[in-house]
């Protein structure tokens, strides 16, 4: 169900709800591991993770088979959720990720 602009509050883009599985891939090499994305926009997502722990900047498959990729940075955490918000080939060659997202975002917050 897509949200109303004005239901959205500060954020810029509508988010849709997906609710399908989708992989996060923590590394080129890594093997996938199966999470949950909950909703996504153009420029994010929600993901329930579980417990895992998810690194800073890390590739995720939209499709078991691999045909759409996106490459996020972890922008915050609230127990098994997590918000992600995709980078550009631009922000990735810069080599790391964009300004304003400390390390204590990979950290789980309280709940």
Request: with cysteine; hydrophobic share 45%.
């Amino acid at each position: 169900m897509t949200r109303d602009r004005k239901d959205l509050g500060a954020r810029k883009f509508v988010r849709v709800d997906l609710r399908k599985p989708g992989f996060l891939i923590p590394a080129p090499d890594a093997p996938w591991i199966q999470c949950y994305i909950l909703d996504i926009s153009d420029n994010g997502a929600c993901l329930d993770v579980g417990d895992l722990a998810v690194p800073k900047v890390f590739g995720l498959s939209l499709t078991a088979g691999g045909g759409v990729l996106r490459v996020c940075t972890l922008v915050w955490r609230r127990g098994e959720m997590v918000g992600v918000r995709f980078i550009s080939a631009r922000e990735l060659r810069k080599g790391a990720a964009p300004a304003g997202e400390a390390d204590a975002v990979t950290k789980k917050a309280d709940a």
